[in-house]
């Protein structure tokens, strides 16, 4: 198994609601990443787990929170967004070790009413 | 710091034609560099990497990059392009040493946009 698997592939929430985005892979990877991509723009890192520990948290608002239940699975809780957080949610992961480069999923596509 | 350049935001090609997408970087450290491409709608598939070894470093999809120490560039060429090729491209490049534990943050470039014309 090679991939990067997310959940749901698109959502449509509310700025009241309480919703999640799920990530997993299985290639034992024990790194995991959440980047933001908003239209025409390159990824942009929200977090980064190290062997389910969060290690970065690039000062993302506290409306996003990650979790991290074990070493497949990465979660990333949304509650309160705004509109302006509309974009593609990307899930990555990657060995331990800077070059071996970053598998990604498919991403969630959020919109926020 | 760590960071890379693509110039131009959109490339246009004819269908067999040579595909050149430029990237340069800056970095204090020996960069480990990353060419991504994405299309409509989807994550990110690596192309190829640059690490340590061979300056010539060949991808999938026919694609194959140079690492110039001497330009700072790391420039993403398909001898032939492809419809299939019409996508955004991102060179990327690991910035490190910053955090605690081996991950470092992957910084990208702003993208190429790629077309082909039949």
């Known amino acids: 198994d090679t991939e990067v698997t997310q959940t749901p592939k698109h959502l449509v929430m509310g700025m009241t609601n309480k919703k999640s985005l799920k990530c997993e892979q299985h290639m034992g990877h024990r790194a995991m990443y959440w980047y933001k991509q908003k239209a025409k723009k390159p990824p942009e890192l929200m977090f980064v787990?190290?062997?389910?520990?969060?290690?970065i948290n690039e000062s993302v608002p506290s409306r996003f929170s990650p979790e991290c239940p074990n070493s497949s699975l990465l979660n990333l809780h949304l509650h309160a967004l705004q509109p302006e957080d509309s974009a593609l949610y990307l899930c990555?992961?990657?060995?331990?070790?800077?070059?071996?480069?970053?598998?990604f999923g498919s991403g969630t596509r959020l919109t926020v009413v | 710091a760590q960071s890379v350049t693509q110039l131009g935001s959109h490339v246009s090609v004819s269908e067999g034609a040579l595909v050149l997408l430029r990237c340069n970087y800056s970095?204090?450290?020996?960069?480990?560099l990353f060419w991504y491409v994405q299309y409509p709608n989807q994550g990110l598939q690596l192309l190829l990497k640059y690490t340590t070894g061979a300056t010539l470093v060949k991808g999938i999809n026919g694609f194959e990059a140079e690492f110039k120490k001497s330009e700072t560039s790391f420039h993403l060429t398909k001898p032939s392009a492809h419809m299939s090729d019409a996508a955004e491209y991102f060179c990327?490049?690991?910035?490190?040493?910053?955090?605690?534990?081996?991950?470092?943050?992957?910084?990208f470039g702003k993208g190429t946009k790629l077309s082909v014309k039949p």
């Open positions: 990327a490049v690991i910035k490190r040493g910053n955090y605690g534990g081996s991950q470092g943050n992957l910084i």
């Open positions: 787990y190290s062997y389910e520990k969060l290690s």
């Open positions: 970095s204090s450290v020996p960069p480990y």
């Open positions: 990555a992961s990657s060995q331990e070790g800077h070059h071996y480069g970053y598998t």
